[in-house]
T-cell receptor, first 116, second 111 residues
Framework: AQSVTQLDSQVPVFEEAPVELRCNYSSSVSVYLFWYVQYPNQGLQLLLKYLSGSTLVESINGFEAEFNKSQTSFHLRKPSVHISDTAEYFCAVSPYSGGGADGLTFGKGTHLIIQP | DVKVTQSSRYLVKRTGEKVFLECVQDMDHENMFWYRQDPGLGLRLIYFSYDVKMKEKGDIPEGYSVSREKKERFSLILESASTNQTSMYLC??????????FGQGTRLTVV
């Protein structure tokens, strides 16, 4: 079984400031790692993912996340946030085995609030 | 553009009614999922299916059932709706590797 812990339920930051959203996971098997974003009244959109290879992964809108196996973490960062980044962010894991059928295990989410 | 489509964005039903939530995907994925999202609890898996006519219980299946008669369609059924089933319901489909694609969600209110 897997579990995901997002350490902050809410993170307020000023516009153009850097931000880090923390995610730690626990699993007895190897997992893939994901960050999803949810804008108000919408479904979840995949922001970025770690499947293999380089431990630093990037999204097209300036977010990045680094997989740290020893610390079982996958923290999300952005060097300069914009008001449009206001959203709920979910960290998730999926086991290597099972062909994706086991689905994703999610953290409880972090609400990123950008202050002008 | 890949799509997961849920039949309703908003739904209001009465206690005791039988409720059907429909989900269709156009990506030929074998895996499909129903999640429930509640404030402070994140997303919790209700049921999933890895093939036509196959279904597996997730973490919170009580009070729900599912149907998958065709590969592209996965239905969630509330046999007798109750007020504690008021929630946002999210359908998703996924390939074997790479994460899931989500529908826009159905916000269900049971009165």
């Amino acid at each position: 079984a897997q579990s995901v812990t997002q350490l902050d339920s809410q993170v307020p930051v000023f516009e153009e400031a850097p931000v880090e959203l923390r995610c730690n996971y626990s699993s007895s098997v190897s997992v893939y790692l994901f960050w999803y974003v949810q804008y108000p009244n919408q479904g979840l959109q995949l922001l970025l993912k770690y499947l293999s290879g380089s431990t630093l992964v990037e999204s097209i809108n300036g977010f990045e996340a680094e997989f740290n196996k020893s610390q079982t973490s996958f923290h999300l960062r952005k060097p300069s946030v914009h008001i449009s980044d206001t959203a709920e962010y979910f960290c998730a894991v999926s086991p290597y085995s099972g062909g994706g059928a086991d689905g994703l295990t999610f953290g409880k989410g972090t609400h990123l609030i950008i202050q002008p | 553009d890949v799509k997961v489509t849920q039949s309703s964005r908003y739904l209001v039903k009465r206690t005791g009614e039988k409720v059907f939530l429909e989900c269709v995907q156009d990506m030929d994925h074998e895996n499909m999922f129903w999640y429930r999202q509640d404030p402070g609890l994140g997303l919790r898996l209700i049921y999933f299916s890895y093939d036509v006519k196959m279904k597996e219980k997730g973490d919170i299946p009580e009070g729900y059932s599912v149907s998958r008669e065709k590969k592209e369609r996965f239905s969630l059924i509330l046999e007798s709706a109750s007020t504690n089933q008021t929630s946002m319901y999210l359908c998703a489909s996924s390939p074997p590797v790479g994460g899931a694609f989500f529908g826009q969600g159905t916000r269900l209110t049971v009165v």
